[in-house]
């Protein structure tokens, strides 16, 4: 089944640009929030998306955001950009 608003989901970065990785969870709504901007802006397929449950203190997760928080973006050249709104 198709995730409703994540197109991609689970997918390789099929875009030819570098990926732009995205931590994110299915129950954020910061998350979602990011989800549509990305989508506005045609950036979906550049994305690696990372389900990640922020709560369980993931290390991988830690080491983008020490706030461990969803959404977080790590673009291709590894600048951090955290805060949807
Ligand atoms: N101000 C942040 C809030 C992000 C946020 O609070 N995300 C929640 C999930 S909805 C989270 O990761 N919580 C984990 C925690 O605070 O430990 C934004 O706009 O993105």
Redesign the pocket.
């Known amino acids: 089944m198709a995730a409703r608003g994540f197109p991609g989901r689970g997918l390789p970065n099929r875009g030819k640009e570098s990926p732009l990785k995205l931590y994110l ?1 299915k ?5 979602r ?2 989800m549509v901007v990305a989508r506005e802006k045609d950036l979906v397929e550049r994305l690696a998306l990372e389900w990640t449950d ?2 369980t203190d993931s290390a991988e997760l830690l080491r983008a955001n020490p ?5 977080t973006l790590v673009t291709d050249d590894g600048l951090t950009i ?4």
């Not at 129950?27 to 998350?31: D, F, R």
């Not at 706030?67 to 959404?71: A, D, G, T, Y």
């Open positions: 969870n129950t954020s709504p910061y998350a929030l990011t922020p709560w706030f461990s928080r969803v959404p955290v805060d949807s709104a």
